[in-house]
């Protein structure tokens, strides 16, 4: 991700992009924001995280005279913009695409009734979600809410990508890939 941000604050610099849309933590947990900047400075702030649930497409419409900005996108967020693209309401020269890997967007609404307490405080530890609140701490494996069409998501990055971020995959086993094995072992002789 390091290398990402200085990517970007370098094609900032050089004027190739106008700003960059991409999440950052938000003082309500659960919830990343979505923000767009033209500072150099607020470059650092972006995360990659299973809390960044918005979709980053709303706010790039409304972005659309800007010229080129950098957008920060899953893939099924790239097949979005691929749609819009084909539909003619974006331009593909106007967003430089990077391409975020991903495994999944926690359900809040799940967790929240998961907590049942006013919750202060999300972080996602290995595959583990620490949530911390009025009743204290407590931690829930990741995969449990994940909703399904994630978890079932066979949507890879489209090719149509102006950098990438490598390395940032969560070690989440994917449903399909389990219960493809489970059907391998109930056919072996
Ligand atoms: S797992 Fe697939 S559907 Fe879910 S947010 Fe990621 S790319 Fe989108």
Redesign the pocket.
Known sequence: MDRIKEKLKALLKDGEIKGVLGFVPSSTPLKNRVIYTESPEDIDKFVVSPFNTLNPLSYLLRLKEKGKVACFL????QRGLNVLVSEGILKRENVFVID?P????VDPFRLKKAYDGDIKEAKVRDDRIVIKGTIGEKTYPLSEF??Y???V????SFGDIDLSIEGEKSTMEHENYRKIEEFDKKNTL
């Open positions: 899953r893939p099924c967020e975020v991903c495994s999944g967007a994940i909703p069409s994630c978890r998501c066979e949507v890879s």
